[in-house]
């Protein structure tokens, strides 16, 4: 009773921004891992801004390392999250594309990188983001040697900006650096000058190594010495500042303005230019390492809660399954003993189609050929009469108790068949009934063709109004070939002959074999019966 008095714990919110947090505290001191938290914010958040500004600090940190390939990665999965219709995703969108044109610039592919700086111009709207971007553009054209066009987009970011910022000292910087690569007879120097003072007075150490650059190229060739003492500054704050692309830089100039110590400064430059390529190397190749742990990470996270989830619905299914199972068990047996009954209709019903076709075949066929000797016969044999009408009772007696009907001499048997329908008014002609040609056919065969011989001579005796007839059997190519033809009236459309026809074809379908009726005979009627023996 106590424990359901007790108020419950309050259910602690999740920090979306968590990982984000944490990776921009890491950002300047590790930046591997600060990329491996952006990554997890980026793949994670729902929500669109996180993830657009989480991808631009992966860019930048890809950026810094010489991935600038991987960075275009990641902008673009920024730029995936955004809305160009969406005013609060203006600002992400510029930096964007921004980022792009850097990167590009890096790659010293200058006219898609100005393409970039022109779309980032469309969305920025803050006059420092547009001054960054202006100046950005101004470093792409003075790359690309079109100073007219930098400097037009240096004073247009430099309208925008305080003359004492540390924004305004660098647009400054880089207008007087154009202004003197347009015309090298320009004195540069007051405005350099006027930079780095604005720079030490705020501090911006990244800056005063950037002005200590371009003073030490402006007096290169008219001033050696002052070259000399600014590169030896750049140098000494690129290596506080741990910048191995500022320390190569200022070793490039050394080599040039200390001829005799061009070498030591060379070995150096060697191998920091070694360890840098490495180094960058393998950042690469972690940030891709990086990538995959989160995607695996968040990939197992979600197999766990897809399995959590399974377990939940597993119990509920097997108490939905136990109860279906009852009523389905009992739809079952019903539908079983359903089945069974009607499988017993259907043998029932076969077997009396089996039965009566049996005895179509065997025994009517039988007796009408009887009959029909004892009608036409001149001289009735009462021996062989009596035979006859016992082959016919033992026929019988077999389909009563389904036993097989004896396989004698078959010659003999079909000769007794085809001159049973002998008629005077009918001449009767057979070939190629002989004992060597019926040893190649199996006992099964012999059977369904014993039948259906007689079904085509009770058609003819009973149909056919022939005066003439011929039955002719040969074995060609391996099959067994029958051919019954006769003058009589035909048939003209075999698809709508009677049961007896239709009996026969089927029979020897069964056989694997085929049955041809020529329809185009001038009169009487013809059949061809081919059968394989391999399959007889």
């Not at 066009?149 to 910087?173: E, M, P």
Request: with cysteine; hydrophobic share 35%.
């Amino acid at each position: 009773m106590l424990s359901a008095c007790r108020d419950k714990a309050p259910v602690k919110a999740i920090d979306e921004w968590a990982d984000y947090r944490k990776a921009y505290s890491l950002l300047t001191n590790d930046p591997d891992a600060a990329f491996y938290y952006f990554n997890r914010s980026a793949t994670s958040s729902t929500n669109k801004q996180q993830i657009a500004s989480a991808y631009q600090s992966m860019a930048f940190i890809q950026s810094n390392a010489g991935d600038n390939y991987g960075a275009q990665e990641s902008l673009i999965m920024s730029l995936k999250s955004l809305d160009e219709r969406n005013a609060q995703d203006q600002d992400y969108l510029a930096r964007d594309y921004n980022g792009l044109g850097m990167a590009y610039s890096n790659l010293n592919e200058y006219d898609q990188a100005l393409t970039y700086y022109q779309l980032a111009l469309q969305f920025a709207n803050a006059k420092q983001l547009r001054s960054n971007i202006l100046n950005n553009q101004g470093n792409a054209y003075k790359d690309a040697k079109s100073y007219s066009k930098a400097l037009a987009c240096y004073q247009s970011a430099i309208r925008l900006i305080d003359n004492n910022s540390i924004i305004y000292a660098r647009v400054l910087t880089n207008l007087a650096n154009a202004k003197w690569l347009q015309n090298p007879h320009y004195n540069a120097a007051p405005e350099l000058l006027r930079s780095l003072t604005i720079r030490l007075g705020q501090k911006d150490i990244w800056g005063e190594n950037s002005s200590y650059a371009h003073l030490a190229d402006f007096y290169m060739d008219s001033k050696p010495d002052s070259a000399l003492w600014y590169a030896r500054k750049m140098f000494g704050t690129a290596s506080k500042l741990k910048s191995p692309d500022d320390e190569l830089t200022a070793l490039r100039k050394l080599i040039v303005l200390v001829p005799n110590q061009s070498k030591i400064y060379f070995l150096r430059y060697q191998r920091l230019e070694d360890s840098l390529q490495s180094k960058r190397s393998a950042e690469k190749s972690q940030f891709a390492v990086i990538r995959y742990d989160v995607e695996k990470s968040k990939a197992e996270n979600l197999q766990l809660q897809k399995k959590n989830t399974e377990r939940q619905y597993q119990l509920i299914a097997v108490l939905a399954a136990a109860g279906l199972a009852s009523a389905f068990g009992i739809w079952l047996y019903r539908k079983r003993q359903q089945r069974l009954q009607s499988e017993t209709d259907k043998e029932i019903r076969e077997s009396r189609l089996q039965l009566s076709q049996k005895v179509h075949d065997q025994v009517a066929n039988g007796i009408y050929s009887i009959m029909s000797e004892v009608e036409h016969s001149q001289e009735l044999d009462k021996t062989a009469l009596i035979d006859k009408l016992d082959t016919v009772y033992e026929v019988s007696r077999n389909i009563a108790h389904d036993e097989p009907g004896a396989d004698d001499n078959f010659t003999k048997r079909i000769n007794a068949l085809l001159n049973a329908f002998k008629k005077p008014a009918i001449r009767l002609a057979v070939s190629g009934n002989e004992p060597e040609l019926w040893e190649l056919v199996n006992k099964d065969a012999k059977q369904q063709l014993e039948l259906v011989l007689q079904e085509l001579m009770v058609n003819m005796s009973k149909h056919s109004q022939a005066t003439l007839a011929h039955v002719g059997f040969m074995i060609d190519q391996g099959d067994l070939k029958i051919e019954c033809r006769d003058n009589g009236v035909g048939v003209t459309n075999p698809d709508q002959s009677g049961k007896g026809l239709k009996n026969t074809v089927s029979r020897i379908k069964r056989l694997n074999g085929s049955v041809t009726f020529d329809t185009q005979a001038a009169t009487g009627f013809c059949i061809f019966i081919q059968l394989p023996l391999a399959s007889s």
